[in-house]
């Protein structure tokens, strides 16, 4: 969403790749003891003390994970870290430092960067991470984005994937399937102002669902709760793709089964209403919708009290043996199949 129609837009050419770089990148400096080169020679250099590093990246892609008509440039840049800083805290592990690479057409101008960079400051600062590098290209098709993010752990905190066990305990965090359906309330609106350019829409009853969608916050907060807590997942991932899939993800790697209980999944009011009101049943929703960035982990049943009424955390089911087979207990006592249906093949697109 940049109004190219505007006075005053810098031609990307004005400033030439490198004229460009040093433009975007010169209100980052890093701040941790970690980082000790940033942005500015060949490769940045870390040094984590006696502990692992984490890595990991994800791509975006301009039409295929965001569309611009509704997707302000700040928020790309401010999501664009989340989307990656999930997957450090997923580990259990603190995020450290990001690079931002970047695939741009020259019908962007210096400012859509700049808005975009916003973001990214912005995210870094209120994630505590710092930028210390990237790389710059053209692309003729699209805006493409990708982001490594680094962090480090103690090698005993580290969560990975196949550490659950039978009867843990399944626990997610915050609530489910509302930047699904911020989603569609935007693109339903987009139709409706591709019809008619003067509607002014009214979107304040779908705040949140917008808002999870727009700017979703990674769960930072996740990895310290639990060590205030005590807790040590045995198994955690990101709610990237929908609740089943992420549960089959757990179970696969872990060789177990699992028990989802549908009344024990976590909805917002708004969830609730808007799923009446674009008639889809909010439990598909919960389960195949994408892009929570919530946690989801498996902890032992010994764990219980010190979870117990925490208001970030919901038990949603259990672990069993993996001969158990994955299921979905629903409110009728049904005992359904659980099916990897992510957000991706609820669309026409394939990721
Ligand atoms: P190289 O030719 O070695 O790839 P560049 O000229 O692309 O170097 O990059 C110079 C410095 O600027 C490097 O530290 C690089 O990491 C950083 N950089 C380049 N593009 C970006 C970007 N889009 N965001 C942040 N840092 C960037
Ligand atoms: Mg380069």
Redesign the pocket.
Known sequence: MFDNSQESKTNLSELGE?GL?EH??KHFSPKLDSTIKA????AAVLKFDGEETVISTDLLVEGVHFDLAYMPLKHLGYKALMVNLSDIYAMNATASQV????AVSNRFPVEALEEFYAGVQLASKVYNVD?I????TSSTSGFLISVTAIGHAKKEDIAYRDGAKPNDLLVVTGDLGAAYMGLQVLEREKEVFKANPNSQPDLEQYTYLIERQLKPEARKDIPKLLKDLGVKPNAMIDISDGLSSEIIHICKSSKVGANLYEEKIPLDPAVISVCEEFNIDSTTIALSGGEDYELLFSIAQSDYDKIKGNPHLTIIGHMTEENEGMHLITRANQKLPLIARGWNSMDKEED
């Not at 942005?39 to 060949?42: A, E, H, L, V």
């Not at 590098?133 to 710059?136: A, E, K, L, N, V």
Request: net charge negative; glycine share 18%; aromatic share 6%.
């Open positions: 490198f770089i975007l990148t942005i500015g020679d060949d690079t931002v690479s970047i930028v590098g990237g790389d710059t």
